[in-house]
């Protein structure tokens, strides 16, 4: 019995430590720091070319005429960061908008990846309803 | 009213305290009349919550803003069916509608088994009563749905949430809840045997028919989920791994390994110790899953918003939930062991194990991924998050296992497979296989993952087919009668091995889907009138932007022509639809155009009223569509497997032989005649006149046509019909033709009768499941009625025998053949 319950237990510890290395490993390269722009802002080279998820909220959308590029400033605490997309935004982006932007940080602003736009809606009513549906972490 | 929700609510809560006192100090003093009256306080808690429901969805109808729940989901515009939907459209009303739902469940597996396990009844009732008394206790001191205004009411409600006013919407919740309540009676089974040490295999069979209600009611609400986020959010797919998602999966996981599990236990005595922690479990991440959605403790787009307080009550309940249900099972254990050791790692047993443990494993690793970016702010303060990829990444390997588990589990023999019976059971499976695989190369499929999935589905099909055919070959030589009674009567037989198989095949189906997501295909573009793009052999040409009104909402419909290659196959209209009441949450009208092979999805992501240009996201879809009639092929199976042992008794036993492939052949014959029956020109008639019931006149009356007062001397009734004649009869339009007809001419859908409802519209999709679900239930009763009446005697005892030698063939067979 005891060395049945040993060998189980050996296997266990094996496949339970194999499963979590692989889990870590993989968890490294996926994972996206979640940072409101004043805390990124702070020290911008630090976070170059690292995948963020920058929050704040959304001032001077410009738009190339007849295109679907974006230029605007995302701000939060004072902080102000330039960001450019391509692509479809949600409903809700609007001068004002709170949004939640996925994307790397460059010397010349903040690059949003493709569908990486999540903008809360203004409503007081029920914030966690309408957002995008894109989301996980907005 | 109001005060009468909040009285009911009380006594309830009151009706929870006695029914769990009663049960236990009954149980405990053997007193057959506390028992009784505990039993009997338990119905009245069910009586009291429908009562509650009465007056919550009354006062949804008459528009009862002095209650601040309706006031805030509701609003008098709303049509009728949102209106009772907004019930469970928000916190507090979801976990009232979650109480009264345990309570008719609830009720419903004590009656039905007062009798049969007449031991485990008082804790039954005392653990079920204790649950409800928490979320009624959370009701009432925390989120009361009856709560009203101080001051004066306000003149009308908010309404409900515009993405909710849909109808896979309106009925996802219940069908989720469904499933999840469904989840707590296993789990009060489970822990009466506990409490009582009754812990033979009887309490199992109570528990494992409800674990397959709730299985299957859980399947039937994610799978309206993924519907709905598929029409309605608009961005192209089904499933995003939101938290809110993620936890009605939980439970799922948990209550699918523990079906399949269950089956090691009722034939080999093994397992136990791990059954009874997998309906622990399932229960417990039925409570997580609700305390997920509505703590606030994940950010999500369908959650209930922050709320701390609501949050500590939930974790002080989930930790006695644990404390409590893992003490007992320690407490047990010794009358937990098992009677059996596994033989041999090339068995079915084995196989079950296999699949528990990736299934718990997934079901961890989804927590985890969900949990994470909470853990990581707990444990080092800054918050990471995972998106998508990293879900996918794992569970996209992870499925590909459970997918080839399926497909061997049932080839394997209990006990030991020995490799001649390998070899057998194998061949023609891996072989078919290997040939789609084959084939699949060949044409240049160049996603692996969708190709192993392609394979492995087809290994799927080959095993399950390959399973009915010799079942029914060994029945065939033995009961003489042709093939397709045969297979008849072996489902018929036994219905849950078969009916497992068919949901096999259902999960097969939805696995296809799954790995059409590895074709999708997508591009957006800005168009001006006239201009067209081209996406895969699609060609989209933007006609023209429309601005549309009706009572709720402003409508901006982008008219497309669709050309596949350089045919025209039509028209599609994506919308944005904007509220009067929440202008700032347009909601996005998928235009859909659904196909076997591949969905074409245009969304109308944004428009410029000034040079009616407007911007289209087109993504085609491969396969979609087989995720929804896997489902349904799942149902039919887990229907199947439901079903009373005596219910398809009479198909085995009184049926000759030769008469089920003689009526299939006469309904065959006799299906393309009926068809014919109906010519043309008396269905054109039929819809003629349904639709006079449907449009209004134009005298002024504000009836519909059929009923106008005016008639026969009504002018506006001349003119109405002229021009349904022309639509109906010349034009040869359908309905919803020809009242969009209608609606265009008028400018405005105040000409019909009830506005055009998209969703409801839907209904006539569920309309031939539910004659049909009706009618086999109207069947069943008959068989039984007929199977009881012909042989009341003889047929029990030979069942009995059955029940033992049929267990016994089942083995021997295999090793046989």
Known sequence: MSAKALKIGATAAVVVAALSGLLFSTLREDTQFYKHVDEVMNDPSAWHGRRLQLHGYVAGIERKRSSLEYRFNVQSNGSVVQASYTGVVPDTFKEGAEVVLKGTLGADGFHVERNGVMAKCPSKYEPSKGVLPNTSGS | ?817
């Open chain 2, 1 to 817: 009213m109001p005060a009468l929700g909040n009285a009911l609510l009380l006594a309830a809560f009151i009706a929870c305290a006695y029914a769990i006192a009663a049960s236990v100090a009954g149980a405990r003093r053997r007193s057959t009349r506390l028992i009784e009256s505990g039993t009997g306080a338990y119905y009245l808690i069910t009586a009291l919550m429908t009562v509650a429901s009465g007056v919550m969805v009354h006062a949804f109808v008459t528009n009862n803003y002095a209650i601040k729940y309706v006031q805030r989901y509701s609003e008098a515009a709303q049509p009728l069916a949102y209106k009772i939907a907004s019930y469970w459209g928000g916190l507090d009303g979801s976990v009232m509608f979650w109480v009264f739902l345990l309570g008719v469940f609830g009720s419903l597996a004590v009656y039905t088994n007062r009798e049969r396990h007449r031991e485990l009844i008082p804790y039954v009732v005392a653990v079920l009563a204790t649950t409800q008394m928490f979320f009624i206790l959370l009701m009432v001191v925390h989120n009361n749905p009856f709560s009203t205004f101080l001051t004066a009411p306000p003149r009308d409600g908010r309404g409900l949430s515009p993405l909710l006013q849909n109808f896979y919407m309106a009925i996802h919740p219940p069908s989720l809840y469904t499933g999840l309540v469904a989840m707590t009676i296993p789990y009060a089974f489970g822990m009466a045997a506990l409490i009582t040490g009754h812990l033979d295999d009887a309490w199992l069979r109570a528990v494992r028919r409800w674990t397959m209600i709730g299985w299957l009611a859980l399947s039937f609400g994610l799978t309206l989920g993924m519907l709905w986020a598929y029409e309605e959010l608009g961005w192209g797919g089904y499933w995003a791994w939101d938290p809110v998602e993620n936890a009605g999966l939980l439970p799922w996981f948990t209550a699918t390994a523990f079906l399949h599990s269950v089956m090691v236990q009722e034939r080999r005595g093994m397992l136990r110790v791990w059954n009874v922690t997998l309906v622990i479990t399932t229960f417990f991440l039925t409570i997580f899953a609700t305390f997920m959605t509505r703590s606030g403790v994940v950010q999500s787009v369908h959650a209930f918003g922050e709320d701390r307080e609501l949050a500590r009550l939930f974790t002080i309940f989930m930790i006695l939930i644990v404390t409590f249900s893992f003490g007992l099972v320690i407490h047990r254990l010794p009358l937990l062991r098992s009677r059996n050791e596994l033989d041999s790692w090339v068995s079915r047993e084995a196989a079950f194990l296999a699949n528990n443990w990736i299934l718990l494993f997934s079901a961890f690793f989804v927590l985890f991924a969900t949990m994470f970016p909470t853990l990581s702010e707990l444990v080092t303060g800054e918050r990471l998050t995972v998106g998508p990829p990293f879900f996918n990444k794992w569970m996209l390997p992870i499925g590909l296992a459970l997918l080839a588990l399926t497909g061997v589990g049932p080839l394997l023999a209990w006990r030991k497979s020995t490799i001649s019976n390998l070899v057998e059971q194998f061949l023609y499976p891996v072989i078919f296989a290997f040939v789609v695989a084959g084939g699949l190369v060949a044409l240049g499929v160049r996603v692996w993952s969708s190709g192993v999935c392609f394979a492995l589905c087809a290994f799927v099909f080959g095993t399950i087919a390959q399973e009915f055919i010799r079942g029914a070959e060994v029945r065939r030589a033995a009961s003489g009668s042709d093939r397709l009674t045969a297979m008849i009567g072996l489902v018929s037989r036994s219905k849950r091995r078969y009916g497992g198989y068919i949901v096999h095949v259902g999960i097969a189906l939805m696995f296809l889907g799954f790995a059409g997501e590895g074709f999708k295909q997508e591009a957006e573009k800005i168009l001006r009138p006239g201009e067209q793009f081209t996406v895969a052999h699609f060609t989209i040409r933007h006609e023209a932007l429309r601005v549309t009104s009706d009572a709720q909402k402003q409508m901006i419909t982008g008219h497309v022509s669709v050309l596949d290659g350089d045919k025209p196959i039509g028209t599609m209209e994506p919308a944005k639809w904007f509220y009067a009441k929440r202008e700032q949450e347009p909601t996005t009208e998928v235009a859909i155009r659904r196909g076997v092979s591949e969905d074409l999805y245009i969304v109308l992501a944004g428009y410029e009223a000034a040079d009616q240009s407007a911007t289209y996201a087109v993504t085609i879809n491969p396969l979609v569509n087989w995720i929804w009639l896997g489902f349904a092929i799942m149902a039919l199976g887990t229907g199947l497997a439901l079903l009373p042992e005596s219910a398809l008794a009479f198909v085995a036993a009184k049926v000759p032989s030769g008469a089920a492939t003689a009526s299939v052949l006469l309904l065959m014959l006799l299906l393309p005649s009926l068809a014919r029956a109906q010519t043309p020109d008396a269905t054109r008639a039929v819809l003629r006149k349904q639709l006079e019931g449907e449009i209004l006149c134009t005298c002024g009356c504000r009836r519909p046509m059929n009923d106008c007062p005016m008639e026969p001397n009504c002018h506006g009734l001349d003119a109405q019909r002229a021009k349904l004649d022309k639509y109906v009869v010349e034009q040869g339009m359908e309905r919803d033709q020809v009242l969009a007809a209608f609606a265009a001419d008028y400018g405005t859908q105040a000409i019909l009768a009830r506005p055009i409802d998209k969703g409801f519209n839907r209904l006539a999709w569920v309309f031939p499941y539910l004659v049909g679900l009706v009618s086999a239930a109207g069947a069943v009763v008959i068989a039984r009625r007929w199977s009881r009446n012909a042989e009341p005697e003889a047929a029990a005892p030979a069942s009995q025998e059955d029940e033992a030698l049929r267990s016994r063939l089942d083995d021997e067979l295999r090793d046989l053949d």
